[in-house]
C-alpha cells in the first residue's frame, strides 16, 4: 500500500507560479514512479508529468513546469511556472509500481492522491 497527499494549490493569476507537493509513505520510495496528472470540470482527467527512469511531460506544459523528487523525504513535487487559465484543474499524485510502464497511460498507476485545486485566474 501507498499512501499520497498532495498540497501546494490555490488561486493565483496568469502568469504566476506554484508548487504542488505530494508526500508518500507506505512502500519504498526510490523504486517508484511517479506521476501527476490533472482534471478540469467536465474534462477527462489527462497525464501531466512523470519521474521514474526517466523524466516525462505532457506537451502543453513542457518547458513551464518541473517535475523532481526528494527520496530522503519521500515527496514528489511539481514547480509550475507561467501559469495560464488552461491549467486550472484538480491536479492528483499517482505512484507507478512498475519503473518500465508507460508513464502516461493513466491505467499504469496503482495509487492517488486526494487532489489538489488549482486555479489560475486570468
Known amino acids: 500500500q501507498v499512501q499520497l497527499v498532495e498540497s501546494g494549490g490555490g488561486l493565483v493569476q496568469a502568469g504566476d507560479s506554484l508548487r504542488l507537493s505530494c508526500a508518500a509513505s507506505?512502500?519504498?520510495?526510490?523504486?517508484?514512479?511517479m506521476g501527476w496528472f490533472r482534471q478540469a470540470p467536465g474534462k477527462e482527467r489527462e497525464f501531466v508529468a512523470a519521474?521514474?527512469?526517466?523524466?516525462y511531460y505532457a506537451d502543453s506544459v513542457k518547458g513551464r513546469f518541473a517535475i523532481s523528487r526528494d527520496n530522503a523525504k519521500n515527496t514528489v513535487y511539481l514547480q509550475m511556472n507561467s501559469l495560464k487559465p488552461e491549467d486550472t484543474a484538480v491536479y492528483y499524485c499517482a505512484a507507478d509500481l512498475n519503473l518500465y510502464s508507460d508513464y502516461v497511460d493513466i491505467r499504469a498507476y496503482e495509487y492517488w492522491g486526494q487532489g489538489t485545486q488549482v486555479t489560475v485566474s486570468s
Open positions: 519521474i521514474g527512469r526517466i523524466t
Open positions: 507506505g512502500r519504498t520510495f526510490s523504486s517508484v514512479a
